[in-house]
């Protein structure tokens, strides 16, 4: 059937009005300032709010892209000063949307221009260990907590498995994966103290023992999930461009 023309202008309209509201979502209201005095590091989401608290730009990128701090390149900057951002969509949303919305206050506010490409790395693959997870399902709501409880001991509440993967690949300089293919928020609590001491009881004169070992033993006896070493192709966002502050409230 053969398409007239007094269609098509409206067909074209449509097709206009549908490319306006596939554009990323953002922020109603939003304020970004450098961070107040020494509040302890923070993030809460709500249904279309956002509240970050003494966070440095790094954190910022890897929490709107969803990308671990050691999968983004970019200025060296990224980890030094840290700001206190308080958002919030009049419309809702959930964390999914959140996260896109912060792309574009990021893009707004401090000019930020970024791609991603795939790049091979050497890995660690977080799997269930024989005889499945030692820890339990959280109970309570609210965000994710790692509490560090000393240099040997983690406790963690209301985390998911990718969480948990990105707070142990910063000890291990390594990007680290979850494939436990767990999809819940869970209670977690390691302490590796008890195999410092065994080795100290060992070999008293020895060199001191080693962290990757312990973190490789403890994840593995204490909660049930190992680490595999490997090559993968993983996903690496570049900061093409990026402002050292933001414009103005």
Not at 133 to 154: A, I, M, N, R, Y
Not at 158 to 166: E, F, P
Not at 216 to 237: A, P, Y
Request: charged letters at 20%; one cysteine or more; hydrophobic letters at 40%.
């Amino acid at each position: 059937m053969k398409i007239t023309a007094p269609f098509t202008i409206p067909f074209l309209v449509l097709l206009s009005v549908l490319a306006c509201t596939a554009q990323t979502p953002s922020f109603d209201v939003a304020s970004i300032r450098p961070a107040a005095g020494n509040m302890r590091p923070e993030i809460q989401t709500v249904s279309g709010s956002l509240t970050i608290r003494n966070q440095n730009l790094m954190y910022l990128v890897y929490w709107a892209y969803d990308t671990p701090p050691f999968q983004i390149t970019g200025p060296a900057f990224l980890n030094q000063d840290r700001f206190d951002v308080v958002a919030k969509s009049d419309t809702g949303g959930d964390e999914a949307k959140l996260r896109l919305m912060l792309r574009q206050l990021l893009a707004d506010r401090f000019g930020l221009k970024a791609h991603t490409e795939q790049k091979e790395m050497q890995i660690y693959a977080v799997t269930l260990a024989k005889g499945g997870p030692k820890f339990q399902e959280s109970t309570t709501d609210g965000p994710p907590v790692f509490d560090h409880g000393g240099p040997t001991t983690l406790t963690a509440h209301r985390v998911t498995m990718k969480d948990l993967a990105l707070q142990i690949s910063e000890p291990l300089a390594r990007p680290v994966i979850d494939e436990t293919g767990l999809k819940g928020k869970y209670e977690i609590k390691i302490d590796v103290s008890a195999y410092m001491l065994d080795n100290a009881k060992g070999d008293a004169g020895g060199p001191p023992p080693d962290l990757m070992s312990l973190l490789f033993t403890g994840l593995q006896q204490q909660l049930g999930i190992k680490l595999e070493s490997k090559k993968q192709n993983v996903d690496i966002l570049v900061v093409d461009h990026i402002e050292k502050m933001p414009t103005e409230n």
